[in-house]
Structures are given as C-alpha cells and as structure tokens.
T-cell receptor, first 115, second 111 residues
C-alpha cells in the first residue's frame, strides 16, 4: 500500500521562524502536492510538483516555497512564519496525469500552530 | 464564485436512512470527478471515482450531470460508520491537471 509520510503530526513555531515541513512517499509517484486545510475553506493547493526539481504554484503560494531534490521527497518551506499560516498541512502524491488514474494518497497531516 | 461548491451541512440522519449530497462545479473543462471521505482529524481518502454513466459501489452511488455541471453521491442504508465529511473533487486538465476540492459536506449518522 502507498505510504505518504509527513515528518511531524503537530508543530508549534513562533512568528518569524523559518519552518520546514517534510513529506516522503514510497511509491515512486511523479506528482506531489502540498495543501492546507482550514475550517470553512476546505483544501487549498499551495504548490505542486510533477517531477524532480520542478514546481508549480497552486492557488495560495504566497509566503511559501517548496523543494523537490529527490523524487520521493517534497518539502514545504515557510520562510518567515506568520500567525495566518496556522493550519493543517496535507501532503499528497499521485501517479502522473495522463495514465487516467489520479488517485491522491495523503499523508496524515501536520497541524502547525504559529504563535 | 468557488470552482467547486458543496453544501457544508451538517446532514444529521438516522441509521438506515438514504442521504444524497450534491456538488456543483463551474469550469466546463472539468474532466475527472471524485468523491473523497475524510474522518475527523484524519486525512482524506478516495471513496470513489465518478463516471459519466454513473457508478455504484455497494451502498454508494455516484452520478455525473455534465450539462448541469454537478455530481452527486447517494448513500443508502446509512451506517454509524458513514459519519464523516465527504469531499467533492474535480480535475481540470487545462489547469495542469490539478485536483480542486470542494469544502466538504459533513454527515452525522445517529442511532
């Protein structure tokens, strides 16, 4: 079974800190995604990547950056954390679009609190 | 207007009831459709894909109406374990194939 692992389940950081959220998948998926989920707003796409060293902005990339140096790992970086980035962050991976199979596999999420 | 819209609920139904959720999407170029289920404090998981001809998986039936741009999910004989949030998901290929999520519909099945 596909496994998507996020490094932390809960994280508390201070305003202005640089924050790294790590995500690793073990199924050789080309696509990886970072979402945030907030009550009443649903899941919103921050960044996604279709290949190593490739990244595309999602709907809300401001305040975030990403890194994909290896196929299995996709990191989300908050350069200077702010309180409005307090949220549940979900990483996901999927097979390459075009295979006709786009099932997303999610990690268990990281609840980030910025104080 | 949101690209994918759902009634957030909550839908409170008794065990054994039949319940239906609708989801509307705004982009006519949308090509793939899914229902995901998310339990409280858990990650979303794929429940079922939605095909043009409609499809059924046990107690669950999904339907697509391209002309009216909505999809539906019908749950028959509700179980307590069906209590969750149901997320409507749409893929738009002219936006790089990214998946767009609705905000979810909460279902609570009571004894």
């Amino acid at each position: 079974d596909v496994k998507v692992t996020q490094s932390s389940r809960y994280l508390v950081k201070r305003t202005g800190e640089k924050v790294f959220l790590e995500c690793v998948q073990d199924m050789d998926h080309e696509n990886m995604f970072w979402y945030r989920q907030d009550p009443g707003l649903g899941l919103r796409l921050i960044y996604f990547s279709y290949d190593v060293k490739m990244k595309e902005k999602g709907d809300i990339p401001e305040g975030y950056s990403v890194s994909r140096e290896k196929k299995e790992r996709f990191s989300l970086i908050l350069e200077s954390a702010s309180t409005n980035q307090t949220s549940m962050y979900l990483c996901a991976s999927s097979l390459k679009v075009g295979t006709g199979y786009e099932k997303l596999f999610f990690g268990s999420g990281t609840q980030l609190s910025v104080l | 207007r949101k690209e994918v819209e759902q009634d957030p609920g909550p839908f409170n139904v008794p065990e054994g009831a039949t319940v239906a959720f609708n989801c509307t999407y705004s982009n006519s170029a949308s090509q793939s459709f899914f229902w995901y289920r998310q339990d409280c404090r858990k990650e979303p998981k794929l429940l079922m894909s939605v095909y043009s001809s409609g499809n059924e998986d046990g107690r669950f039936t999904a339907q697509l109406n391209r002309a009216s741009q909505y999809i539906s999910l019908l749950i028959r004989d509700s179980k307590l374990s069906d209590s969750a949030t149901y997320l409507c998901v749409v893929t738009v290929y002219n936006q790089g194939g990214k998946l767009i999520f609705g905000q979810g519909t909460e279902l609570s099945v009571k004894p």
